[in-house]
Nanobody
Framework: QVQLVESGGGLVQAGGFLRLSCAAS????????MAWFRQAPGKEREFVAA????????KYADSVKGRFIISRDSAKNSVYLQMNSLKPEDTAVYFC??????????????????WGQGAQVTVSS
């Protein structure tokens, strides 16, 4: 089993920035691609960004491209999401996810095996 714990959420004004962290523990050798998803009230969980095991391949949702950066530190079993130029529509609970599949990057929720508990990000206008 793998446990994921997010941190770094909070309240920020529009135009500001936040950095989310996700620390993995347990059988971390079994996980490959990791990602961030988010879920706003009354909406489905949506893909934000994904990163390959090596960290060399990344993919972003169009809504965050150019503003968010996903990165990974394999030595620390951690993945990060740097969020810049935040907008009120970025307000959501952000979830870290990890997959056992050896695929490079995955953008669909169904293919992820492990999830964190979520971190609230609120952007005020």
């Amino acid at each position: 089993q793998v446990q994921l714990v997010e941190s770094g959420g909070g309240l920020v004004q529009a135009g500001g920035f936040l950095r989310l962290s996700c620390a993995a523990s347990g059988r971390t050798s079994s996980i490959y691609p990791m990602a961030w998803f988010r879920q706003a009230p009354g909406k489905e969980r949506e893909f934000v960004a994904a990163i390959s095991w090596s960290g060399s391949i990344t993919k972003y949702a169009d809504s965050v491209k150019g503003r968010f950066i996903i990165s990974r530190d394999s030595a620390k079993n951690s993945v990060y999401l740097q969020m810049n130029s935040l907008k009120p529509e970025d307000t959501a609970v952000y979830f870290c996810a990890a997959a056992r599949s050896p695929a490079t990057v995955i953008i669909t929720t169904q293919r992820y095996d492990y999830w964190g508990q979520g971190a609230q990000v609120t952007v005020s206008s």
